[in-house]
């Protein structure tokens, strides 16, 4: 008999999580007026709301947070994580944040003017955030493959090399500080992207002398489907693969609490010098001193072994595995979800799967709620809600998808975990047609209405 695939780690603590009953959750979620983000954590069993700064660090990282050097000036912690990343980078700059919406606030501080461009393959709602709050423009030129859940590109992350030279046509070249390729791309569904891609963007942007710039919170895993889906790569390592990527930009903004593999925790990394000196500034004003920027020694420390981590093919492997498996269980079952299934999460597409919800009745909210009722998951919505309403004419905006996304933590859950999540999504797919109504808001905030948001079920 051919072994089984098995994990390249073993428990050495646990954490207990709390079960509920189905009665209990309904009355929880009530209370909670129907928004997921309102519930407190020992009210769900499995939490799948975000795979940023959920994970388990190992005996490696604990081990290094011992070692932190909590000095203000000159850490010891600073000086070795400095050295990794150099390494796994190659960029030669390096400024310690608070988290990755942190090292955005502090790079475009220097990069972004008002009336600017910034393209990319697909924004994050932080970076498009900090774009817009400068009054710049940030424009996704996306591949139209990715807005079709069914199609089975390998790299859905690219940038649509067409759309970026027409941005450029179109535009004074002094009004794009910079592009930013987005790896993995969280917004269409964890899709990576793939080297011929960046290479071509690079080639492109260096021709005009327009930066490339990186957001990099998934990078490792980026690495990972350029080895396993692009030619040429299946025998370099995850770290040739990742330096090779790096150096087609000019510089980066890192979440570590994504494949940094800490709880909390960012950076910036470049190689222009002129850039770097006008970034510490604004480092220093919104984060911290330089050598600690919003850090503390000890998780720099952990860091800098997360960072090595995280580039191994091993690690990788278990990891990316593990969401394929809750991914191919769901196709078995015949769950509509974006294909091919992605890094970091699974994303379900709810207008394939409840059609029979009104859209103005948030379709892909009252999904996750289900979920969450049926079998205490905790899920998100990136549909209407997340969308907003137009600034203008308040009226809400209905994007391409309506999704519902299942982050997977990393190393947190076990295989039995997500034959649990699967099995809860197929008795709710099962009895799908009974689901004809969904929710009305009664409460919503001006802008970033789904963290608060409150509904009526109808
Ligand atoms: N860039 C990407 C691609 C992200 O996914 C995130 C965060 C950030 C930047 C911002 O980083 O949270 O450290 O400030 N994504 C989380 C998520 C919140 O759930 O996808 P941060």
Redesign the pocket.
Known sequence: MKLPYAEPYKIKMVETIKRSTVEQRKKWIKEAHYNLFNLSSDKVYIDLL???GTGAMSDKQWGALMEGDESYAGSQSFLKLKEVVNKITGFKFFLPTH????A?NVLFSVLVKEGDIVPGNSH?D??KGHIEFRKATALDCTIDEAFDTENLHPFKGNIDIDKLQKVIDKNPIEKIPFVII?ITN?SSGGQPVSMENIKAVSKLCRSYKIPVLF?S??FAENAYFIKIRENGYQNKTIKEIAKELFSYGDGM?M?S??DGLVNMG?FIALNDEEVYKKATVFNIMFEGFITYGGMSGRDMAALAVGLDEATEFEYLESRIRQVTHLGNKLIEFGVPVQHPIGGHAIFIDANKFVPTIPRDEYRAQALAIELYIVGGIRGVEIGTVLADRDPFTRKNRYPELELVRL?IPRRTYTHNHMEYIAAALKNIFDSRSEAKSGYTIIDEAPIMRHFTVKFEKI
């Open positions: 975000t795979d940023s988290q990755g919406r942190a955005e994050f932080t970076t987005t969280n957001d919170a998934r903004t979440s609490k994504k960012g982050a």
